[in-house]
Nanobody
């Protein structure tokens, strides 16, 4: 059974940094796409950053240059380094995984519909 668990959320002031981690267990396929999504109050869940096993990486325009997605395959852990955080980054952040698809699928419109495995979420709150 596939299980994803996020950690690293918290509260920071604008301009601060946080790193989210997502430990994945039970997924044994070598081909994958993994992504970070976020859901702010009253808004739909949107893709933030994605990474696929072919090496492709994609970011939403709103986070380019500030967020970095990475993976440690030895630890089965996906990361999201978030720098220069803004109040509009406040949201519940989720990691997700699925079989291979290009990383761009994560940040595509309704990209969330292509992922079947989700973590429970980590809250990120950025104050001004």
């Amino acid at each position: 059974q596939v299980h994803l668990e996020e950690s690293g959320g918290g509260s920071v002031q604008a301009g601060g940094s946080l790193t989210l981690s997502c430990v994945v267990s039970g997924y044994s396929y070598s081909d994958y796409c993994m992504g970070w999504f976020r859901e702010a109050a009253g808004k739909e869940r949107e893709g933030v950053a994605g990474m696929a096993s072919d090496g492709s990486i994609a970011y939403a325009d709103s986070v380019k240059g500030r967020f970095t997605i990475s993976i440690d395959n030895a630890k089965n852990t996906l990361y999201l380094q978030m720098n220069n955080l803004k109040p509009e980054d406040t949201a519940m952040y989720y990691c997700a995984t699925e079989g291979w698809r290009p990383a761009s699928m994560v940040v595509a419109v309704n990209g969330r519909n292509g992922f079947g495995y989700w973590g429970q979420g980590a809250q990120v709150t950025v104050s001004s």
